[in-house]
């Protein structure tokens, strides 16, 4: 497909996105039993050209995840254990003198690969943390003053443990605003969790999962993505959800323009992911709470009395009227 000037999404082509997007789909599903909808989120994020926060506690398979999701697609995967002693270098990458050449030599970390696994990444410092954001906002990582672009597509797909709190350093709200998406994984069934039993019982299930889509298909599905229609009434909708979010009783920060931004995306990417090229408000409500949970500040009152942020999320969108049953 050529992705320098996408046309606007039709019937056909959106059966054909719909049609990759599940051959995808069904390929990590069989390595990642049960979880259908996790598996959709992480690619829905991925197509829409976002990162993604996988928030659980250990053993639930948010390693097998990336791993599933890079090999499916023929993406390249690095690797970044997050640790207290971790600088930005080891992730960005150093310059080391060539003797030989007399010169600086850039040597790139592992931020240059498709997919980036960013592993318990709330234990290293906001230090090396922030060497991420440039990476994750501008798809480019300067070290030295020299400027070096990542590939294409690119995504980070960061982990973190909501229980263990010692030697931890929580995101700050800057930089959780730099993920699309924050999922949990959750623990499977108790058929799903024989399934696993059955399918794992040999090492290395994963390194043998082959690809269904190459990293050029996934790009052109990103550009396809952008031209999903989206009528101004929704647009709307849209604006509603983000002025409701401000004006909600246990919220003290709300949707920024960004998060209102993403959700329209992500909407966009399930709407061509369903075979449709057009967005309705069940693209925007399926989609919401994984959007916007992450990037909510409770009131101080509202976390005491163990409000979440998934809740007032579906205050929302249950008190917010959908464009059709406006008079």
């Known amino acids: 497909m050529n992705t320098s000037a996408t046309p606007p999404l039709d019937d056909a ?30 690619l829905l994020c991925l197509l829409s ?15 097998t995840l990336a791993k599933a999701l890079a090999a499916s697609v023929g993406a390249q995967l690095g690797r970044i254990q997050f640790t207290p002693d971790l600088l930005p270098a080891d992730v960005t990458g150093v310059s080391v003198w060539n003797r030989n050449q007399a010169t600086f030599e850039f040597r790139p970390g592992p931020i240059f ?59 700050p709200e800057s930089q959780l605003d730099r993920f699309l998406m924050r999922i949990s994984v959750g623990y499977p069934s108790r058929a799903d969790e024989l399934d696993i039993l059955e399918t794992h019982q040999e090492d290395g299930i994963v ?38 979010s401000r004006r909600h009783p246990s919220v003290s920060l709300g949707m920024s323009p960004r998060a209102t931004l993403s959700l329209q995306r992500v909407a966009r990417a399930r709407a061509a992911a369903a ?19 992450h990037r909510l500040l409770l009131t101080a009152d509202a976390a005491l009395k163990g409000v979440s942020t998934d809740q007032v999320v579906g205050d929302i969108l249950r008190a ?8």
Not at 13 to 39: E, H, L, P, S, Y
């Open 49 to 63: 050209s976002g990162h993604l926060l996988v928030e659980d506690v250990p053993g639930v398979g948010k390693t």
């Open 320 to 327: 917010v009227p959908v464009p059709y049953d406006r008079v």
């Open 275 to 293: 075979g449709r090229s057009f967005v309705t408000d069940d693209d925007i409500k399926a989609t919401a709470s994984s959007v916007i949970s």
């Open 113 to 171: 690969t498709g997919l980036v696994l960013a592993d318990e990444i709330n234990r290293a410092s906001p230090k090396t943390q922030s060497a991420l954001l440039e990476a994750m906002a501008e798809t480019q990582v300067t070290v030295d003053g020299v400027t070096h672009i990542l590939p294409s597509p690119f995504m980070v797909m960061a982990t973190q443990n909501p229980i263990e709190q010692e030697g931890t350093y929580p995101l």
């Open 207 to 244: 390194g043998r999962l082959g690809a269904v889509a190459s990293v050029q298909d996934i790009t052109a599905m990103c550009s396809i993505v952008a031209t999903v229609r989206i009528a101004p009434e929704l647009r709307a909708y849209l604006i509603d959800i983000a002025e409701a």
């Open 13 to 42: 082509r959106a059966q054909t996105f719909a049609a990759a997007f599940k051959a995808i789909g069904d390929n990590m599903d069989t390595v990642i039993q049960g979880k259908r909808d996790v598996v959709d989120l992480s």
